[in-house]
């Protein structure tokens, strides 16, 4: 199966809907009054319980823009990152809560991170006495709040998941420093940069067979095998959603009503929702109108008599001729001698298969 942080770089980058839901969380408990400023879409992602539901870079960069603004300019992500428990990450959380060592718990971020976010791939490994766990981006969009906010959930959690709460780790971070990095100081306990080539967490190499105080060798074998059928769904879910659309888009092709608004209101969808998921995919809509177009041609051209006028206004062409250039750009040649080509197919194929 593909990976699914291997998509289009162009795509949006997209977090597990959890960040958005504690981050609203987080400013309604410091302001509950601020619950009618929230627009529908973050209302929504309050009640959202779908473990599989996503949030992009762009609105949670937003989302925390507005936060910081309302509580007066103070950097949330520290407390937030405090808030924010195993659960919080779903089935992920629980597989990692349940895992044996440090070592194991490392693993399982890189190979299941993309359940969390696909802004970061995760690499793990060992450098003489310290191991490290870094976040790399996964594309050109970069997000220096993200990474701090993730190690220091990670900072958080190992501590909590070992049982050790003076655990001492050291820190370096991309971005510019926040006006108060005292707190970024007291979570990871070691050494706290900023402006470095790289976000990074290391800690003594030891650390690496410390228990997980919460480890369940058969709970997390059976956590593990579900957090691999979540992988497989996220793309199956993703890949149905593509195929109804792109059924839709050929039942509406006759109709001339082939466009991003009218395909949205028969999925019941906002047009912008749409148009993020199919940006998500890595998808353009009139590009796919024009592959459902393209393939939709070769099998009328193949499999039936259709006349080529007939065809052209299956297809929402206006006429004959827009359907001919359209073919040509597709396939080079018109339809007329691609439909002649596949009539000699099979002839061609008896003729090799006569006997002498």
């Known amino acids: ?26 400013l309604l408990q410091a302001r509950p009054d601020l619950l009618q400023v929230l ?10 319980q779908d473990p599989l539901a996503r949030c992009t870079l762009q609105e949670w960069h937003a989302m925390l823009d507005m936060a910081e603004r309302h509580l007066g300019g103070r950097d949330m992500i520290p407390d937030m990152a405090e808030q924010f428990k195993p659960w919080h990450a779903g089935l992920l959380g629980f597989t990692l809560m349940t895992s044996a060592t440090v070592a194991d718990l490392g693993g399982l971020l890189r ?29 050109s969009e970069q997000s220096h709040r993200l990474a701090r906010f993730s190690l220091t959930v990670w900072a958080q959690r190992l ?12 820190v370096s971070f991309e971005g510019p420093a926040p006006a108060d990095a005292g707190p970024y100081r007291r979570i990871f306990g070691g050494t706290v940069r900023f402006d ?28 593990q095998g579900q957090a691999l059928k979540q992988l497989a769904l996220m793309s199956r879910t993703e890949d149905r959603f593509i195929e109804r659309l ?45 592959d459902v177009r393209k393939s939709q041609a070769q099998h009328y051209l193949r499999d039936t008599r259709m006349p080529l006028g007939e065809m052209a206004s299956s297809l929402g062409f206006a006429d004959h001729a827009s359907f001919n250039r359209a073919f040509k750009r597709w396939s080079g040649v018109s339809p007329g001698a691609f439909r002649r080509a596949q009539v000699a197919l099979p002839e061609a194929s008896t003729d090799q298969g006569a006997p002498l």
């Open 1 to 26: 199966m593909p990976n699914p942080s291997q998509r289009q770089h162009n795509a949006p980058r997209t977090l597990n809907v959890a960040y958005a839901r504690v981050l609203l969380g987080h």
């Open 39 to 48: 627009d529908a879409a973050q209302q929504r992602y309050l009640d959202q």
């Open 111 to 139: 190979r299941f991170h993309h359940l969390l976010d696909d802004v970061f791939l995760v690499e793990r490994g060992a450098q003489g006495e310290r191991f490290f766990l870094r976040l790399r981006a996964a594309t």
């Open 159 to 170: 501590r909590w998941l070992t049982g050790q709460p003076d655990l001492k780790l050291d």
């Open 196 to 223: 470095q080539d790289d976000n990074t967490m290391w800690g003594d190499v030891a650390c690496l067979e410390m228990p997980i105080v919460s480890r369940d060798t058969v709970s997390h074998m059976l956590l």
């Open 246 to 290: 792109q059924s839709l888009i050929r039942t509406q092709l006759a109709l001339g009503k082939v466009n991003l608004e009218d395909m949205a209101a028969e999925l019941k969808l906002p047009a912008r929702t749409l148009q993020r998921r199919l940006e998500e995919a890595g998808l353009n809509f009139r590009l796919m109108v024009d």
